[in-house]
């Protein structure tokens, strides 16, 4: 379990060794996704989390359905959109099975 801002930290430490890090075949759950910072190194602006789901998607489609990602997040599918761009949420559709709840439910966290 990796908090997205964790990851778009590492960016902003590292630049983009850290999107060849979190785009491999590992298996990884990202935390609160879409509410992470816009990442920024060396003056180069980048939607982190965007750029890693897209790597792992290209790694979904070639290694045959056998990568494993997993995210949280408390955005809808619009934020989602908004955030990301259509293009990363279409992919999305794909990558990740939708577990919905209820807006009554509880904070699982507690």
């Known amino acids: 379990m990796i908090p997205c801002r964790n990851v778009t930290f590492s960016f902003n430490h590292l630049g983009f060794k ?3 890090e979190y785009g491999n075949t590992k298996f990884y759950c990202f935390d609160d996704l879409g509410v992470e910072p816009s990442g920024r190194f060396y003056g180069k602006d980048l939607n982190v989390m965007g750029e890693v789901l897209l790597s ?3 790694l979904y489609l070639q290694t045959k359905h056998k990568i494993k990602t997993h ?3 408390n955005l809808n599918a619009e934020e ?3 955030r990301y761009g259509n293009r990363v949420r ?6 990740f099975n939708l577990i919905a709840f209820d807006t009554k439910a509880g904070d699982k966290r507690k």
Do not use: K, N
């Open 18 to 20: 850290t999107v060849e």
């Open 56 to 58: 792992r998607y290209e």
């Open 71 to 73: 995210a949280t997040t």
């Open 80 to 82: 989602l959109e908004e």
């Open 90 to 95: 279409s992919r999305m559709r794909e990558l």
